[in-house]
């Protein structure tokens, strides 16, 4: 076991224990087990398994969001906190529609195609296995919305 422990090395430890095995069985335990590390030496770094959740949940947000893994390990375990505290999801999605320009066609589009990918995400998070959208069928579902007082 190394004498120094990154909490970078760390926080890919746990999000490979919450891909790995749900995020369940992220404790302290299994963090140290996946970096080669004691129990001790995780504490010390996260000292509560709050700031554990909050510190691995806001790397992988804020890692590549379009890597589907590390965004199913945040909101795996956003999922175990009470609402009140899901605030940085929240953020990530208001920040992610504050891109897409509702007044403009090209916005809601985006807006549009945005809630369908991730209804599909949220849906497939829980094991729902679905089929694919292709563009074709994603304008087949705007013209089937459009002129209804639908705000996307």
Known sequence: MSALIDRDILIEAAIT????RGAMSLTFDSIALAANTTKSRVQVVFKTRERMIDAVCAAALTADTSDADRRRVAFSLILLKPPVERKLVQDWYETKLATMDPNTDAGRHDRL?????????????????????NSQQLEGVEGAISGRDICV
């Open 17 to 20: 224990v919450v891909k790995d």
């Open 113 to 133: 195609k945005f809630c369908i990918d991730e209804g599909y995400f949220i849906l497939s998070l829980m094991g729902f296995s679905l089929p694919s959208f």
